[in-house]
């Protein structure tokens, strides 16, 4: 993982003319991950059905967004290829 922030890290400054780019890494919580180069942190339930899909390499793609509020009490993220969506009585599932 180091290796690929170091050269992502290479990459930005040869794109910026070796100007330091100045935008915060995301915060990574332990029920959530990120799957680079999405800036998207993925959480919770909504985690464990993409990864059990196959992650990035599903067809549901790479995160698209932030997860937005779905309903009075849900979460909807979306992806390239779809959509997860998360409520507590129904848990997550493929929109």
Do not use: H
């Amino acid at each position: 993982m180091a290796t690929a922030v170091a050269a992502a890290g290479l990459a930005v400054l040869a794109l910026t003319g070796g100007a330091v780019a100045t935008a915060a890494p995301a915060e990574v919580t332990a029920d959530c991950q990120i799957y680079w180069p999405s800036p998207f942190q993925v959480c919770d339930q909504i985690k464990d059905l993409y990864n059990s899909l196959g992650g990035a390499a599903s067809p549901l793609g790479f995160p698209s967004s932030a997860a937005q509020a779905y309903g009075t009490d849900g979460l909807r993220q979306s992806f390239t290829g779809g959509a997860i969506v998360w409520t507590p009585s129904t848990g997550a599932y493929i929109e």
